[in-house]
T-cell receptor, first 114, second 112 residues
Framework: DADVTQTPRNRITKTGKRIMLECSQT?????MYWYRQDPGLGLRLIYY???????NKGEISDGYSVSRQAQAKFSLSLESAIPNQTALYFC?????????????FGPGTRLTVL | GNSVTQMEGPVTLSEEAFLTINCTYT??????LFWYVQYPGEGLQLLLK?????DKGSNKGFEATYRKETTSFHLEKGSVQVSDSAVYFC???????????FGSGTRLQVQP
């Protein structure tokens, strides 16, 4: 089984709808991240969390919120989806104890907002 | 702030050709540097990394050397295969947030 899983893998929704993307990990890592990938722009950081009580904004947090329900779960919400949030979303984890900053990515969620 | 610039693609090569994908960075201090690879329909996988100046990361025939004087981390492979076709991302780690700053990605297409 994959160490970092994301659900759903694909989602089509309409403008104004609320949507939640979920991420779960079995790696036992404290740090979790949400990134967004757009063509030609690479990946950009939306939110990150160092533990259950620690949530921080990234460069492009406007229009998004997150919830760290447990060490293993980190959810991303779009309260009112808009078309320019159409993108590929990735969750990632890392282990601060290893001091290598290597991140492990989920398979991604492709979101289309009509 | 931090930034990563990598050559635009797509890069199209014939099998067994030599590959170079250029990557330069701007950052405070000396962050760890990474190359990630994204195969079609998949998430990102770590390809190689280097944590300090003059370190060479290597994996699967790919290599990259951390060059402090030129702030570069170019990816090279001596003989590419069709299976190397993917998108390659250069990245550095933000020393405060421990989050990655990515380049825009370079698509590599290897033809038989």
């Amino acid at each position: 089984d994959a160490d970092v899983t994301q659900t759903p893998r694909n989602r089509i929704t309409k403008t104004g709808k609320r949507i939640m993307l979920e991420c779960s990990q079995t790696k036992g890592h404290d740090r979790m991240y949400w990134y967004r990938q757009d063509p030609g722009l690479g990946l950009r950081l939306i939110y990150y969390s160092f533990d259950v009580k620690d949530i921080n904004k990234g460069e492009i947090s406007d229009g998004y919120s997150v919830s760290r329900q447990a060490q293993a779960k980190f959810s991303l919400s779009l309260e009112s989806a808009i078309p320019n949030q159409t993108a590929l979303y990735f969750c990632a984890t890392s282990d601060p104890g290893l001091s290598t900053d290597t991140q492990y990515f989920g398979p991604g969620t492709r979101l289309t907002v009509l | 702030g931090n930034s990563v610039t990598q050559m635009e693609g797509p890069v199209t090569l014939s099998e067994e050709a030599f590959l170079t994908i250029n990557c330069t960075y701007t950052a405070t201090g000396y962050p760890s540097l990474f190359w990630y690879v994204q195969y079609p329909g998949e998430g990102l996988q770590l390809l190689l990394k280097a944590t300090k100046a003059d370190d060479k990361g290597s994996n699967k025939g790919f290599e990259a050397t951390y060059r402090k004087e030129t702030t570069s981390f170019h990816l090279e492979k001596g003989s590419v295969q069709v299976s190397d076709s993917a998108v390659y991302f250069c990245a550095l780690v933000d020393t405060g947030r421990r989050a990655l700053t990515f380049g825009s990605g370079t698509r590599l297409q290897v033809q038989p």
